[in-house]
């Protein structure tokens, strides 16, 4: 149990170029889900907390009109990166939490590579 | 005040010693302290997780200590397997009850386990 997807695994896109990542809960439902960036060897950063609803909450540095998020129902949540550029190359993972649960299942990551 | 230290950076052991990762916290308002084991190119998985009330948790070969005093927990890997090889993540979140909240993460550790 617990299983979160996201899709697609890889991306590859050219500079000026909007993206988007779903992420989906696939056997549970959350009302909230997390949006992570992860360099190489570095630890997660998280992005942005996403509350179905309601608009996300995005942490301090993070680019609200550059990387939107929507979290449509309970199991979907979405990140798209508008007018990607080199420096958003990176490996995008989402978590999400169930119901009246307070621990976070990851995704699988997206890697976008931006040309 | 946020930050969550990990130690060591990196760590090699051989297969059926003992792998022990150690991280220190400040905050004294959190209260859920996971860890997560990532693989190359894949999403963090979570192996064990600790609430502040107890001092031990086991979980088959995993094992954590939390010492509340000392604001210091730690992960313990018995019977250390190659495929135990990956990178191990501490965190931590405030929030109690249902919701555990954000995630603070640790810089991780690469585990590398020698047949």
């Known amino acids: 149990g617990a299983v979160v997807s996201q899709h697609p695994s890889r991306v590859i896109c050219k500079s000026g170029t909007s993206v988007k990542i779903e992420c989906r809960s696939l056997d549970f439902q959350a009302t909230t889900m997390f949006w992570y960036r992860q360099f190489p060897k570095q630890s997660l950063m998280l992005m942005a907390t996403s509350n179905e609803g309601s608009k996300a909450t995005y942490e301090q540095g993070v680019e609200k009109d550059k990387f939107l998020i929507n979290h449509a129902s309970l199991t979907l949540s979405t990140l798209t990166v508008t007018s990607a550029h080199p420096e958003d190359s990176s490996f995008y993972i989402c978590?999400?939490?169930?119901?009246?649960?307070?621990?976070?299942?990851f995704g699988p990551g997206t890697r976008l590579t931006v040309t | 005040q946020q930050q969550v230290k990990q130690s060591p950076q990196s760590l090699i052991v051989q297969k059926g010693g003992i792998s022990i990762i150690n991280c220190a916290y400040e905050n004294t308002a959190f209260d859920y302290f996971p860890w997560y084991q990532q693989f190359p190119g894949k999403g963090p998985a979570l192996l064990i997780a600790?609430?502040?009330?107890?001092s031990e948790k086991k979980e088959g070969r995993f094992t954590i200590s939390f010492n509340k005093s000392a604001k210091q927990f730690s992960l313990h890997i018995m019977d250390s397997q190659p495929g135990d090889s990956a990178t191990y993540f501490c965190?931590?979140?405030?929030?109690?009850?249902?919701?555990?909240?954000?995630?603070?993460f640790g810089q991780g550790t690469i585990l590398t386990v020698h047949p």
């Open positions: 978590s999400a939490s169930p119901i009246g649960r307070g621990e976070q299942y």
């Open positions: 600790i609430r502040p009330d107890v």
């Open positions: 965190a931590a979140s405030s929030g109690g009850g249902t919701s555990y909240g954000k995630l603070t």
